[in-house]
């Protein structure tokens, strides 16, 4: 018994987690039979049938799920091996990343600029989604989560929390004027997220710490951090943004701060992984620039 690639290792993992060979062909972009032919092969190097599996069903035998066990150690092994490569080489390869598009604007661009030019061999491939992402079955290495956490089998770095605060354009606060208080809100175009429940309170502190639940007009909700920018810049009414960017806004005029001694809590920024690629060299660089953005937005204290 001998196993002859480790790629049909892997491939055996992919096809458990997408829980059969259709939708492992699906995720991996690669034919059906070519993937069936692989695992059959991989079978025949074990001498055991390790799933049985059929047009609608895939279910491993009591052999695949202990070779399942032992493939991911084996695999873990793998990686590690590749990590002991010297450091230059250890930069190179693909990291596959996905980033939600309220972290787009953060500067995100101008630091993977820097690791790209200072990573000559690494191939950064960047998926911008605000649903949710299946790490494992799309064979993503990394995953940038803003707010609290749900629950999940991925490692769970936290890479700092960014300060939020609310904001209007000079000629939208001219023409409906400036809250004094957040009970004004409610009387005011306020750009909402469009999630799971709807938007209609914001939670609000003030400098002592004081909280209050701040109920919000308007009737714009969107998902997308990016359209919900683009309708605060052109003067449709009181969004929220991250401090650094309201304090750059202000300094040319495009932004103005509303109920400036109030802001949201800070937000967390985490980064999600599947187990063991954190000892990735490539894949830990990532994270470490990954780091220095959020760290960047923190250090932008709200003006008092």
């Not at 895939?58 to 590749?82: I, N, P, Q, V, Y």
């Not at 999940?152 to 606060?173: E, H, M, Q």
Request: hydrophobic content about 45%; overall charge positive; glycine content about 8%.
């Amino acid at each position: 018994m001998a196993i002859n690639s480790l790629d049909d290792v892997r491939l055996f993992r992919q096809v458990v987690a997408s829980g059969g060979i259709s939708a492992a062909a699906r995720a991996m972009r690669d034919s059906k039979n070519r993937i069936s032919q692989r695992l059959a092969a991989l079978e025949q190097d074990l001498g055991v049938r390790l799933a049985i599996r059929t047009t609608r069903t895939f279910r491993l035998t009591e052999e695949g799920e202990r070779f399942l066990a032992s493939a991911e150690a084996l695999l873990e092994a793998a990686d590690r091996c590749e990590s002991s490569v010297a450091s230059i080489r250890a930069r190179e390869g693909r990291v596959r990343m996905v980033v939600r598009s309220a972290v787009v604007g953060l500067g995100l661009g101008a630091e993977l600029s820097q690791l790209m030019q200072s990573a000559p061999g690494l191939n950064l491939q960047v998926t911008v989604m605000d649903e949710g992402a299946d790490l494992l079955a799309g064979g993503f290495d990394l995953l940038m989560q803003v707010g609290p956490l749900q629950d999940s089998s991925f490692v769970a770095t936290r890479l700092g929390a960014i300060p939020i605060v609310l904001a209007a354009t000079p000629a939208y606060l001219d023409t409906l004027g400036r809250p004094k208080a957040p009970a004004d809100l409610a009387r005011h175009r306020c750009i909402r997220k469009l999630g799971g429940e709807p938007e209609r309170v914001w939670v609000l502190s003030d400098r002592q710490g004081c909280r209050c639940e701040a109920f919000i007009g308007g009737s714009f909700e969107c998902s997308d951090s990016r359209l919900q920018r683009d309708m605060l810049y052109a003067g449709y009414g009181i969004g929220a943004r991250p401090a650094s960017e309201v304090r750059h806004a202000e300094r040319t005029g495009q932004l103005e701060r509303a109920l400036p001694s109030w802001a949201f809590d800070p937000v967390p920024v985490w980064v999600l992984s599947p187990r063991g690629r954190l000892r990735l060299p490539r894949i830990a660089l990532v994270v470490d620039h990954l780091k220095r953005v959020v760290a960047r937005q923190a250090q932008e204290i709200p003006p008092s």
